[in-house]
Structure formats: structure tokens, C-alpha cells
């Protein structure tokens, strides 16, 4: 077995930058342990010193872990809560972790290039964040190296308060005012927001985004308001912008874009409208736009009628002045219409597109303004309607695909998604990822036939027949990876235990018949409703795990499967000992999990 040591330094180094940043894309909130993972990894040798040491020096974090009890709105009037339980009791500790003090005593200001303040569970206001860096003397150190500052903000536990207890915008400018004098350098900012009662519209981090927007080259929020910039047009040295937004009211309003200098750009909820009109170059009157450098493009839009749906349904109410403005935008051209064509915009390095909510029927004339043949990376999320009329086959460069769709339950849709399919599986042999999900229970027919040839990782989330397994994995021999979510077993399987288990031995006793899928080494199976069929599920399972001698791990997710997948294996090794069931012998069950 090769050991870091065995490893050159430039893999190890390679290994330690992917954890760093794989932790930084999903913002684990457990920032101290993370901070000392790494210097648990520069003891493991010297390599891995040398490699982790850096990551271990260059973050100071502050972090929040003050939880408040939930309160029960249900619970009787004046019949008191049961005591907490020993372990939830308040504790005494101080409510901030951070590791500001080692630093000063190790003299390693100068190291630290990023700061994180993150709460684990409550809200952070922002005077008790001043409060908390001006108690650990955070303000009497010079931070000039600084260039990164990551703020991780808690959720509120309740869905209204007192006028009292909101978030102030006097209290917002004062910690973006700190910040600013004590943070010089920052360039980038990453900002996950709560969506509570307390901040109304406001925005935790727009005091001090207003007072560094001309220094900064990369904006990162998450789940918040809408940010407030304070300029007209975004300065040309942002690189990086990136504003998600999984539940709001508000559509997303923003200052125009510098277009020849942006990277990376990911945008939700914009309004439905010509949206170039939201970009800028030097040359004020061109009507060409050219996003010269920009690589990744997301982008989803907004729908009045469907905020107030989900807003709703998530527990919410609208006041009646929120609710008369969605209906107004409902029949405003900004949101319901796509604006004729007038800056055409082009992308000459543009690798990654995602098109997200979107249902318009114009669609096929917004994905034209793309260049199909040089994008790797496609992800599409909306209504059947956005497909039918999609030219998959130009997009010859394609690596990677997603497509979430809802086809509804209309008989007269199912033509369309066997069409759909068929396109799917003829793009090529390029793609070597294929993600599928499809919002509704019709069952799908695989085409039968497959150009996708080198495809590794295949992911469906759609109703499928078991029986169709085995052709689909004839048609992939390069597959390494299937995630099957709602497979579907035949009436033909349903008899008793002993004519299950009889069944099973006589295909055991056949002469080994392989599949094509010679490098498949794992499965992940969740049937569309295992519960009446288990023992059937388990056997279906056994008679395709006999066919792919390369299989390694099989991962059912629910935990009763695994037991009937055990019990049938033991069964089927004691009567029918074969060769090419030694496959079946040394599988590996993954540990299930919960449906």
C-alpha cells in the first residue's frame, strides 16, 4: 500500500489544497476542528507537514456556539417545560471559540490571510461580534495580510420578534465600519446570511460590502437579501460573483457587471427579462458583449407566482403589501417576458452552464446565445417543456450532464420523454457523467441502444423497471459508478420465499453469463417502494450482482434490505458454490441508510 511518504510532494500537496477547498465549497461550519485537522496532518510526516503546515497558519477563527432551546408555540399555557436533559443544560463556557490566542503567543499575525467568524447555531448580532473581537483584542493587532474574510451566520429559532430585537442598519454599519478599519486588505468576501424575522431585507455584510466594493475581486453569498453594493456599476475588478438564493420573496436586483473580466458567475433569481442588459464594457455603445475570461455561468430566474407558493408552504406569510407587489409582477413584462435579442453576447473560454427554474418556452432561443460546442459542463432544471425542442447533439464537448425535469403525469408527455432519453444516450462518448431526475411517476423506457460509451458515473432518479438494468449496463462498459433512485419491480416476481430462493440457485448453477460493464465497481439502489417487497427486491439485486464480476461495494439505502441481501447470500452460497460467484462472496455492503 503507497503511504504519503511513497507520494510525490506535488500530489501530496495537491491532496491537502482539494480538502481545503472542498471544505471551503460547502462551508463547514466546524471551522476550529477544521483548523486543527490540518495540524494533526502536518504530524502524520514530513511530507504531509510541509503540505498541511500553511492551511494550519493561515486562518484565525471565531467561532459562535451559543444555541438557544427551541420554544414549543404548541405547548399548554402556564404548565411549565420539562428541565432540559444534563447534557443541553446551558452551558458556562464562554459562547466563542477561537484561536487568536495561540497565534499572538506563536507571533504568527503576519501568516493569517483569512478570517473566519461562523455560528454553529443562533444568530449572530452584529454589536456581540464586535463585542467578541474587541474582548479578545483583535483590534490591537495589525491584520494587513488579510485577505480573505468568510462570515457564516446562524438561524434565527423564531419567525417573528419584537421591534426591539430586530437587527438595526446603525448596528450593521458599525460592524461593517470595524471590520473595514481593522481588515485593509480583504479581497474576497464569502457571506452566508440568515433569512430570519430580526434582519426583514436587510443584509448582514452590505454596511461593510458598500465600504470595500472597490478593493474586493470576489463576492460569495448564500440563502440572504438581497445584497446592497451602493454603485450603479460593479468595478472591473471582481472576478468572481457569486449570489445564491434557495428561498426568497424578492427577485434579485443588481448593479451592472463588468463583462470582459468576470470568471465565475452564478446568479439566482434574476428577473426574467433581456438579461445582457445587466452588463457593461469599456465601449459603452457596442453592441457586442464579450465575457472574455468567464469559465462558469449559473443562472436561474425569477417567478412571482411560485415565491408566493413556496414562501407560503414554508410556513411564512406575506404582509399585504409583499403579496399586492408579487401579484403586480406577475404581469409585468420585466418578470413574464424575455426582451428581444440586442447585445449579442459571446464566450470564447466558457467551460460550465447551468440554466436552473427555468420553464419559458423561449428557452431554446437563450441557450442560443451560448457556444454549444465548447461547453463540458451542462446542468438544465425545469419544466418537460424546456427540453422538447433541445439540440443536445451540438454540444459536442459535452462531459458532464444534468438534467432535472418534471414531465408531469399526462399520458401524452410520455413520448416526449422517450424521445428526450433517446437524445440523453446518443450524445457520445465524451460524456463520462450523466445525472437524470425526472419529477414525476412515469416510468421511463431506456432507448435499448447507447453512443455514451465512455461514461463512468451514471446517476437516475426517475422510475425504471429492474429488467431494463441489464440492458442499460450492456450498453456501458466504461460505467465505474450507477445510482439507481425509484427502480420498479415486475409482477412476475412476486411467489414465495422457496420459489424465489429456487430461482435464484438455478441461475447460480448456469454457466457464468457476464454484463458488459466491465469496470463497474459500485452500486447505490433505492427501490421506488421497498417496503412490500423486500425479499423480492433483495433477490432482483442478487441476480444482477451475479452478472458484473468487477462489483466491489453495494449500497442499499434502506436498512432492512441489507439483512434480506445477507440472509439470500448465505442461502444461495451453501446450495449453489459456482466460480462466478466468488464476486457475490467478498462484496462489501456499504452501510444504508434511511429512506
Given at each position: ?5 511513497q507520494?510525490?510532494?506535488r ?14 465549497t ?10 486543527d485537522?490540518f495540524?494533526?496532518?502536518a ?7 510541509k ?17 438557544t432551546?427551541?420554544?414549543?408555540e404548541?405547548a399548554e399555557?402556564?404548565?411549565?417545560p ?10 458556562t ?9 495561540q497565534i ?11 478570517l473566519?467568524i ?10 456581540e ?18 485577505d480573505?474574510l ?21 448596528s ?24 430570519g ?11 461593510f ?53 468576470l ?14 442588459d445587466h ?27 411560485e415565491?408566493?407558493?413556496e414562501t ?22 420585466a ?25 419559458d ?43 432535472i ?34 419529477m414525476?411517476a ?7 441502444t ?47 420465499e ?44 442478487t441476480?444482477l ?20 441481501l ?11 458454490i459456482?466460480?462466478?460467484l ?14
Open positions: 500500500m503507497t503511504t504519503f511518504q507520494l510525490p510532494a500530489v501530496v500537496d495537491l491532496i491537502i489544497r482539494f480538502h481545503y477547498e472542498y471544505e471551503n460547502k462551508r463547514n461550519r466546524k471551522v476550529v476542528e477544521r483548523v485537522d495540524g494533526r496532518l504530524s502524520v510526516c514530513k511530507s504531509m507537514r503540505a498541511a503546515l500553511p492551511y494550519y497558519h493561515r486562518t484565525l477563527v471565531f467561532q459562535y456556539t451559543r444555541e432551546p427551541y420554544k414549543d404548541e399555557e402556564g404548565v411549565p420539562p428541565p432540559p436533559p444534563e447534557d443541553e443544560r446551558e452551558s463556557e464562554p459562547p466563542w471559540k477561537t484561536n487568536i490566542k499572538a503567543v506563536e507571533c504568527r499575525m503576519d501568516a493569517i490571510t483569512e473566519i461562523v455560528s454553529h447555531y443562533d444568530y449572530m448580532m452584529p454589536l461580534i464586535i463585542d467578541a473581537l474587541k474582548q479578545m483584542n483583535f483590534h490591537m493587532f495589525k491584520w494587513n495580510n488579510i480573505t468568510r462570515v457564516y451566520q446562524g438561524q434565527d429559532m423564531q419567525e417573528e420578534y419584537e421591534p426591539s430585537e430586530w437587527v438595526t442598519e446603525d450593521l454599519s458599525k460592524l461593517g465600519e470595524y471590520l473595514a478599519t481593522n481588515l485593509p486588505a480583504v479581497k474576497v468576501l464569502d457571506s452566508i446570511d440568515t433569512q424575522g430580526r434582519l426583514d431585507l436587510l443584509h448582514t455584510m452590505s454596511a460590502l458598500k465600504l470595500t466594493i472597490n478593493q474586493l475581486t470576489r463576492f460569495r453569498t448564500c440563502n440572504g437579501n438581497n445584497p446592497v453594493f451602493g454603485v450603479r456599476d460593479l468595478p472591473p475588478q471582481i472576478t468572481h460573483l457569486d449570489i445564491t438564493r434557495r428561498f426568497t420573496v424578492e427577485a434579485l436586483m443588481l448593479p451592472r457587471m463588468f463583462a470582459p473580466s470568471k465565475v458567475l452564478h446568479l439566482q433569481m434574476l428577473p426574467l427579462t433581456y438579461i445582457w452588463f457593461y464594457t469599456n465601449d459603452r455603445n457596442s453592441q457586442e458583449l464579450e465575457f472574455t475570461s468567464l469559465e462558469s455561468f449559473v443562472v436561474s430566474f425569477y417567478r412571482p407566482r415565491a408566493i407558493i407560503e408552504e414554508m410556513g411564512f406569510e406575506l404582509d399585504a403589501a409583499r403579496r399586492n407587489r408579487q401579484r403586480a409582477m406577475e404581469v409585468d413584462p418578470y413574464t417576458e424575455l426582451k428581444p435579442s440586442r447585445k449579442r453576447p459571446t464566450f470564447p473560454v466558457l467551460r460550465r452552464l447551468w440554466v436552473l427554474v427555468y420553464t418556452h423561449k428557452v431554446g432561443e437563450f441557450l442560443d446565445d451560448f457556444p454549444s460546442a465548447q461547453i463540458q459542463d451542462l446542468r438544465l432544471n425545469g419544466s418537460l417543456n424546456t427540453f422538447k425542442s433541445l439540440n443536445l447533439h451540438r454540444y459536442t464537448s459535452l462531459q458532464r450532464l444534468e438534467m425535469y418534471d414531465a408531469g403525469d399526462r399520458l401524452r408527455e410520455f413520448p416526449h420523454v422517450k424521445r428526450l432519453w433517446s437524445r440523453v444516450f446518443s450524445i457520445g462518448p465524451q460524456l463520462q457523467y450523466l445525472k437524470l431526475y425526472q414525476s412515469k416510468v421511463v423506457a431506456f432507448p435499448g447507447s453512443t455514451c460509451t465512455g461514461l463512468r458515473k451514471l446517476q437516475i432518479g426517475s422510475a425504471m423497471n429492474i429488467s431494463v438494468t441489464q440492458s442499460l449496463l450492456n450498453c456501458l462498459p466504461r460505467l465505474e459508478f450507477l445510482d439507481l433512485h425509484s427502480l420498479i419491480i415486475d409482477d412476475d416476481w412476486k411467489m414465495t422457496k420459489e424465489l430462493l429456487m430461482r435464484a440457485v438455478e441461475v447460480a448453477k448456469q454457466p457464468a453469463s457476464r454484463l458488459g460493464c466491465t469496470s463497474l465497481l459500485r452500486i447505490s439502489i433505492q427501490f421506488q417502494d421497498c417496503r412490500p417487497m423486500l425479499y423480492e427486491s433483495a433477490l432482483a439485486i441476480l450482482v451475479l452478472k458484473i464480476s468487477s462489483l466491489e461495494v453495494l449500497d442499499p439505502k434502506v436498512f432492512s434490505l441489507v439483512e434480506y445477507e440472509n439470500i447470500r448465505k442461502k444461495v452460497m451453501m446450495l449453489a459456482h466460480d462466478h466468488d464476486t457475490y462472496r467478498h462484496l462489501v455492503f456499504y452501510h444504508p441508510r434511511t429512506v
